[in-house]
């Protein structure tokens, strides 16, 4: 659907029925209805390092740590807290009293497990984590000891993301299970999960934090916009993120909605291949590309000025971000004159691959940035699909030029480079998500020596010089950090305050 017509049903919507319909839903209404963008890949809680699947998880499991709503903070859940004698040694008290939705009591056998299937690459987009752990003891049922093969800072900083599972029940159930069928120890309990279509919760009232003030939330995967803010304005659904950018002025002006905004900590890039052999192993040829594409436009147009221009992969909290890392100025000319120089001046023919459902106007971005690279005589073939394909491709190494969104939830750049810039190591758990095949053996080198790091001042430094080195180089081409975009019913009293890593985390929720 065009986005005129998009806007001319919706307004049509909107002025039948003054701005708000109290339609009843035609189902028994549970105490909250939210519409969401992106659905889980699965209810196995560590098939997908992505907000997609974390953020229903979060409600379901718990971490032994978990991140405040409000500024991002880690603290204790599952571990009333940890020690830290030594870089390599991680020391967690458990928390008493847990059990798990099926009754069983959380113990440190569960968390050693847990860890221990991080590392099967199957049933795990965790697959670097795990194996980053040398040991796991568990001296007693409340206990344990991690031993990590190198110093690795931002260890604490990613617990609130690695959900314990039950280890009893978890071994006796197949994987098809698992997906479909979670056990955990969160607030809320599945009641029922329909892959791509809705999840439905239900409260824990023995959840160890006390029970959780909404009694039942039903989660409606809509990854089309414009029919997702329908099923708010209609009625059918209380909350909504990924409010459309072409619709945000609307959505403004009705009093019965709010829109809470929050800037974004997901970069958008350009993934661009450096691998012998092709047009884009000349770092010029990848200067070149990125100076044609006008960004500023890009923002003022198509994001409607809800976006910010990126410099760098990672956001400004990130440890590893750099105020030194200036984006490339938009210089059609400049570009054409690099091309030349690298005897490309003919131009030559590339495919940009993206999803089509997942980040804001990502098919549209594509396209606009096929224009740009045209102007320049690069003809680029366009790839987008549904993300449940595309980002298979991606794991699979199928594109070497393609769409990337990211935000790291530990907030670490180390965990984004190793996983996205580090040449590929199956072994290590390095460059999981270098769909490119791209590969530069000193930037693996600075990157593996912050392994050694102790040092916070010498690790950031370390981290930023990879940072840069990558940048100069062009491994990617930054393009904005996304706005978040909420839309609240104000009739209803939702309490709701969105958050850093734009997971919706009901027990934190609540109506007046």
């Keep these: 659907m065009r986005i005129k017509t998009v806007i001319s049903c919706i307004g049509l919507i909107l002025a039948l029925c003054g701005g708000f319909i109290a339609a009843e839903p035609s189902f028994a209404a549970p105490a909250l209805v939210v519409a969401v963008e992106s659905a889980p890949r699965s209810m196995n809680p560590h098939s997908e390092n992505g907000d997609a699947t974390l953020g229903p998880m979060t409600n379901i499991f718990d971490g032994l740590m978990q991140r405040q709503k409000s500024d991002g903070k880690i603290v204790p859940a599952l571990a009333e807290k940890y020690e830290h004698p030594d870089p390599l040694t991680w020391k967690f008290y458990l928390r008493k009293g847990v059990k798990f939705h099926n009754g069983n009591p959380f113990t440190a056998a569960d968390v050693k497990y847990t860890f221990e299937r991080l590392t099967n690459p199957e049933v795990s987009q965790f697959v670097n984590d795990g194996k980053a752990i040398a040991s796991i003891e568990t001296p007693d049922d409340y206990t344990v000891i991690v031993k990590t093969k190198d110093p690795i800072p931002w260890f604490i900083d990613n617990m609130h993301q690695v959900f314990i599972m039950d280890k009893e029940s978890s071994e006796s159930r197949s994987e098809g299970d698992i997906g479909v069928a979670p056990i955990g120890t969160g607030a809320y309990k599945v009641t029922e999960y329909v892959k791509g279509s809705h999840l439905k ?89 990125s100076m044609a594409i006008n960004e500023d436009e890009i923002i003022k147009k198509l994001m409607r000025g809800q976006a910010s221009a990126a410099s760098q992969m990672v956001d400004p909290p990130t440890v590893g971000y750099s105020p030194d890392i200036k984006r490339l100025a938009y210089n059609p000319q400049e570009a054409l004159k690099l091309l030349k120089e690298a005897g490309l001046e003919k131009g030559f023919e590339i495919t940009l691959a993206g999803p089509n459902d997942r980040y804001v106007m990502d098919k549209q971005i594509c396209e606009a940035v096929a224009k740009y690279l045209a102007k320049v005589g690069i003809k680029v073939n366009l790839d987008v699909k549904p993300k449940s394909i595309y980002f298979t491709e991606v794991m699979e190494n199928k594109h070497d030029f393609y769409m990337m969104g990211w935000f790291d939830g530990t907030y670490s750049g180390a965990r984004t480079f190793f996983r996205h810039l580090h040449s590929i190591d199956k072994n290590a758990g390095y460059g999981d998500w270098n769909g490119s095949r791209s590969s530069d053996k000193d930037i693996d080198q600075v990157l593996e020596k912050t392994n050694q790091i102790v040092d916070k001042t010498q690790y950031v430094k370390t981290l930023q010089e990879a940072n840069k080195m990558a940048m100069e180089r062009v491994r990617v081409i930054p393009l904005h950090y996304q706005m978040d975009l909420y839309a609240v019913a104000k009739k209803n009293g939702l309490q709701f305050t969105p958050r850093p890593d734009q997971w919706f985390v009901f027990k934190d929720m609540s109506k007046k």
């Design 201 to 289: 919760l239900e409260a824990n009232p023995n959840y160890w934090e006390g029970a959780p003030p909404i009694k039942n939330v039903e989660m409606k995967f809509i990854t089309e916009p414009s029919t997702r803010f329908a099923a708010l304005a209609s009625g059918q659904a209380e909350l909504i993120n990924g409010v459309p950018v072409e619709l945000i002025d609307k959505v403004k002006e009705n009093k019965n909605l709010e829109v809470m905004r929050r800037p974004a900590r997901r970069a958008i890039f350009l993934v661009v291949t450096n691998r012998p052999g092709t047009p884009t192993a000349d770092p010029r040829v990848r200067k070149a590309m």
